[in-house]
């Protein structure tokens, strides 16, 4: 967590956001990411995603069994999902989302967005083309080589 | 949205799930990502995510107003997460996660874990050294040339 907390510190002095996060497996580091979504253009640079996306590089799979992160902040709810999609076994973080909000990085919006109906929520969704859509989703059932995940 | 099907039929056919996303603006296409999960190792390269990703390159901008996502699946809560971080306008989709369901792509366990405690959470999470983290915090909030967002 201290590397965590180090990067964060970093990472404001090289025009990022105060985030940083560390991925690691059976005590070893395998990847750290920081946030730069405002140094690279990319929304969903935080640093979890961003240390997700190394630590899967690093161990050429698309799960993280096994492994735990260490953010220096709460994850959001992009982050917090990325990490299920992942499949990490423990989360270990700092300050808070109350923290985060105190500075003006407030994500509790997402997870009440997030808990509403699609027709109640803040951005609007619409569904069209479903019945040409599905012949995509057969396609892949039909399929007999795929990775399944 | 034709468009987001037809990259989701071909994405099954280059070995990747079966999801591909639109992102335009004035009605005119800017990005367009698929599934990259398993081809790439990478569990955040969802077709939104892919297509924001690219779209704020093309737009070079962290958000996306006034853009629009035309999704050929319903997005899963990282995918949902990033449209709010990204601040699109609006989402169209076809296939709905009940569909993605019945092919086993199940993401309302995830819509299911964000709505709980983070001690009720299947993946444990564990507060530590706050007062260090808080430093980071401190300096960004001192910190004047910064891009906030």
Redesign the interface.
């Given at each position: 967590?201290?590397l965590?907390?180090q990067l964060?510190?970093e990472?404001?002095?090289n025009?990022g956001?105060?985030?940083?996060a560390v991925i690691a497996k059976n005590g070893e580091v395998i990847a750290t990411g920081v946030n730069r979504?405002?140094a690279?253009?990319?929304?969903?640079a935080h640093a979890e995603?961003s240390a997700?996306?190394a630590a899967?590089?690093k161990v050429?799979?698309?799960?993280?069994d096994g492994c735990v992160v260490y953010s220096?902040?709460?994850p959001?709810?992009?982050c917090?999902?990325?990490?299920?999609?992942?499949g990490?076994?423990?989360?270990?973080?700092?300050?808070?989302k109350d923290?985060?909000k105190?500075?003006?990085f407030d994500d509790s919006?997402?997870?009440e967005?997030?808990?509403l109906e699609r027709n109640e929520r803040s951005?609007?969704?619409?569904?069209?083309?479903?019945d040409?859509?599905?012949?995509?989703?057969e396609?892949?059932?039909d399929?007999e080589d795929k990775?399944?995940?």
């Open positions: 967590m201290r965590a907390i964060s510190e990472n404001v002095q025009g956001g105060p985030f940083g979504v405002t690279n253009n990319d929304p969903t995603v997700i996306r899967c590089q050429k799979n698309f799960k993280l220096s902040c709460e959001c709810p992009m917090l999902s990325a990490l299920y999609w992942a990490v076994s423990k989360i270990y973080y700092a300050n808070t923290d985060a105190a500075i003006n919006f997402i997870y967005q997030l808990s951005i609007a969704s619409e569904q069209m083309l479903r040409e859509a599905l012949k995509a989703f396609m892949w059932r399929k990775t399944e995940y």
